[in-house]
């Protein structure tokens, strides 16, 4: 009888161990420190995804779907960077050197050569100066006596690009006589295409019909003309534009180019002061094929005698016409009107006026048939913000004349500060898909450690318990 009574015992003595440790371990996991952590994790990353997705659906379908293919390509493209460490571009340190040439103040800009980079570009006080350059410093003439400039280097290379950060340089003025204002015009093709100018020393040559063409220019905001001529003498294509507030301008042309020899001319007119003038020409020609590597290495060489300037005086534009988007309204909302004005077109009876908007990788976002001097445009208010070039064009007499102005979409903000500071709908959404994405992968973070900890702290309370329960016999 007292051998059954003990037996009985010692199996309730076993339970009530195993409730026990059981107990222990349920009133552990409520104490464990990531688990508490997750759970506010969990409720505001879920707040942010369902605030992400709700404002999305307000802002507009197609912004969501933009902002999500953007966070996962910047995702996929960190993921790319750990792997492609090889050959990316290496972020530029720039320097710069105030000095002289003559009596006119320059600023020299300098940085370090890279295996991994294409092209460089150079801005100045956040407006590019230079686009495309292969040399790994610069001269900026472009200065006044005592001004400070910030400046920058944009790399470019198959694997990416880099950004330098801005340097701030002053134009000397001791030592130096102040040069009379404003200084002599002038005008410098510095790209063909892909070709770097600035070091060529051939024929230069592109196997594209609508070639690009750039530049710089010492006027600020010029109005440039540009007439492409045959090697017989006819003329093709004649147009007008304008450079930006640094002189930098990039022209792409809207007629087709046959095969052969061209000549172009550009002409900047300053646009306070139309007897102030610079020209510059350049002989090309029209290929089937692209130019060769072996070709342009070669032609880079200083050995050789330069063939592709100066091969005529340049022509001033005595026809065509001039377009300028309304003074003060360079920059647009989505949704706006832009109002702009056409001058010089004289129009023939079969002549057709077409108007269009391009983007700044040149794709036709917008064409329409006109016929009136006083324009007007609605931009789409689905049009991606950026800059745009809004062109007009028409056919004289075998002529293709045309003119165009750049201007900025910007998004329609959502709010404005008392500071004039605009927020959009767009940065709003891609901050709460930022932050959502952010907290999520914490949470994951969380949720490892947490489980780690429930396992470590499970196996220490059965190790501690059991063997202590050994020892008295409670258990086997």
């Known amino acids: 009888m007292r051998k059954k009574t003990g037996a009985k015992n010692k199996k309730n003595i076993r339970k009530k161990t195993r409730s026990g440790i059981a107990g222990s371990r349920t009133a552990g996991r409520k104490k464990y420190f990531f688990g508490a952590g997750s759970k506010?994790?969990?409720?505001?990353?879920?707040?942010?995804?369902?605030?992400?997705?709700?404002?999305?659906?307000?802002?507009?379908?197609?912004?969501l779907a933009r902002d999500l293919r953007n966070k996962y390509g910047k995702v996929l493209g960190a993921v790319n960077v750990s792997v492609l460490v090889r050959g990316m571009p290496v972020k530029p340190?720039?320097?710069?050197?105030?000095?002289?040439?003559?009596?006119?103040?320059?600023?020299?800009?300098?940085?370090a050569d890279d295996l991994g980079v294409d092209t460089f570009d150079v801005w100045r006080n956040g407006v590019i100066l230079v686009a495309g350059i292969t040399s790994s410093s610069y001269r900026d003439s472009n200065?006044?006596?005592?001004?400070?400039?910030?400046?920058?280097?944009?790399?470019?290379?198959?694997?990416?690009?880099?950004?330098?950060?801005?340097?701030?340089?002053?134009?000397?003025?001791?030592?130096?006589?102040?040069?009379?204002?404003?200084?002599?015009?002038?005008?410098?093709?510095?790209?063909?295409?892909?070709?770097?100018?600035?070091?060529?020393?051939?024929?230069?040559?592109?196997?594209?019909?609508?070639?690009?063409?750039?530049?710089?220019?010492?006027?600020?905001?010029?109005r440039l003309t540009v007439v492409i001529i045959s090697e017989r003498g006819i003329r093709q294509v004649i147009s007008s534009f304008t450079a930006n507030a640094n002189g930098y301008w990039s022209w792409k042309s809207k007629g087709k180019l046959k095969k052969g020899v061209k000549y172009v001319y550009f002409t900047a007119y300053d646009p306070d002061d139309e007897s102030r003038s610079?020209?510059?020409?350049?002989?090309?020609?029209?290929?089937?094929?692209?130019?060769?590597?072996?070709?342009?290495?070669?032609?880079?060489?200083?050995s050789l005698l330069?063939?592709?300037?100066?091969?005529?005086?340049p022509l001033h534009l005595a026809e065509g016409m001039k377009l300028s988007v309304e003074e003060g309204r360079k920059?647009?909302?989505?949704?706006?009107?832009?109002?702009?004005?056409?001058?010089?077109?004289?129009?023939?009876?079969?002549?057709?006026?077409?108007?269009?908007i391009v983007d700044d990788k040149g794709g036709l976002v917008f064409e329409r048939e006109d016929s009136s001097a006083g324009?007007?445009?609605?931009?789409?208010?689905?049009m991606p913000s950026g800059e745009y070039k809004i062109f007009a064009r028409y056919f004289d007499n075998g002529k293709d004349i045309s003119a165009e102005d750049s201007f900025q979409?910007?998004?329609?903000?959502?709010?404005?500060?008392?500071?004039?500071?605009?927020?959009?709908?767009?940065?709003?959404?891609?901050?709460?898909?930022?932050?959502?994405?952010?907290?999520?992968?914490?949470l994951g973070i969380f949720l490892l450690l947490l489980l780690v900890e429930h396992h470590l702290a499970g196996k220490a309370l059965f190790r501690v318990t059991g063997e202590k329960l050994k020892e008295r016999g409670m258990i086997d």
């Not at 701030?168 to 404003?182: D, L, Q, R, W």
């Not at 330069?306 to 005086?313: E, I, M, Q, S």
Request: net charge positive; charged share 20%.
């Open 40 to 63: 506010w994790l969990f409720r505001l990353a879920s707040f942010l995804v369902i605030a992400y997705l709700a404002f999305g659906i307000f802002a507009g379908s197609e912004l």
């Open 93 to 111: 340190v720039v320097t710069a050197d105030p000095g002289c040439d003559g009596s006119y103040p320059v600023i020299d800009l300098d940085w």
């Open 143 to 222: 200065v006044d006596l005592g001004t400070t400039y910030t400046y920058s280097v944009a790399a470019h290379g198959p694997l990416g690009d880099e950004q330098s950060d801005d340097i701030f340089a002053t134009a000397e003025t001791e030592g130096y006589i102040p040069p009379p204002p404003p200084p002599p015009a002038n005008l410098v093709i510095t790209r063909l295409d892909s070709i770097d100018l600035t070091n060529f020393r051939c024929e230069a040559r592109t196997n594209k019909k609508y070639p690009t063409f750039s530049g710089t220019t010492n006027i600020s905001q010029a």
């Open 278 to 302: 610079a020209s510059a020409s350049l002989r090309f020609r029209v290929k089937k094929k692209k130019p060769s590597k072996k070709f342009l290495k070669k032609c880079r060489a200083t």
């Open 306 to 313: 330069p063939a592709g300037f100066g091969v005529a005086k």
């Open 331 to 356: 920059s647009v909302h989505q949704g706006e009107q832009m109002n702009f004005s056409l001058s010089g077109a004289v129009l023939g009876p079969q002549s057709k006026l077409r108007v269009g």
């Open 375 to 382: 324009k007007q445009v609605a931009i789409d208010k689905n």
């Open 409 to 442: 979409v910007k998004e329609r903000p959502l709010l404005i500060l008392n500071s004039g500071r605009e927020i959009t709908s767009r940065q709003i959404l891609s901050n709460l898909g930022w932050a959502a994405l952010s907290l999520s992968g914490l």
